[in-house]
């Protein structure tokens, strides 16, 4: 993960712990970035996952939302909250 990734986890940790909202980092490396988000939600019977929009995908994804994001939306075992770029 760059340097852009970890200052924005460690912003998003910052606001869920002065809420006392319990949050977990996990970085992992797979092919699909939808895939592993769902099988973790899934093994780790998550209540919401927090997703940006858009990610790098390129003018090739959705033009709406990204491709990782509607993948995880359509096929998640929770409530997702996604947040568009600020």
């Given at each position: 993960?760059?340097?852009?990734?970890?200052?924005?986890?460690?912003?998003?940790?910052?606001?869920?712990?002065?809420?006392?909202?319990?949050?977990?980092?996990?970085?992992?490396?797979?092919?699909?970035?939808?895939?592993?988000?769902?099988?973790?939600?899934?093994?780790?019977k998550?209540?919401?996952?927090?997703?940006?929009?858009?990610?790098?995908?390129?003018?090739?994804?959705?033009?709406?939302?990204g491709?990782?994001?509607?993948?995880?939306?359509?096929?998640?075992?929770?409530?997702?909250?996604?947040?568009k770029?600020?």
């Amino acid at each position: 993960m760059d340097a852009c990734g970890e200052e924005v986890l460690a912003r998003a940790a910052a606001i869920l712990k002065a809420e006392d909202v319990p949050a977990k980092k996990v970085v992992a490396s797979s092919i699909s970035a939808a895939d592993e988000i769902l099988d973790f939600a899934e093994k780790e019977k998550i209540d919401l996952i927090i997703i940006g929009s858009k990610g790098l995908g390129g003018k090739a994804t959705r033009v709406v939302m990204g491709s990782v994001a509607l993948k995880v939306v359509s096929n998640a075992p929770c409530n997702v909250y996604v947040v568009k770029k600020a």
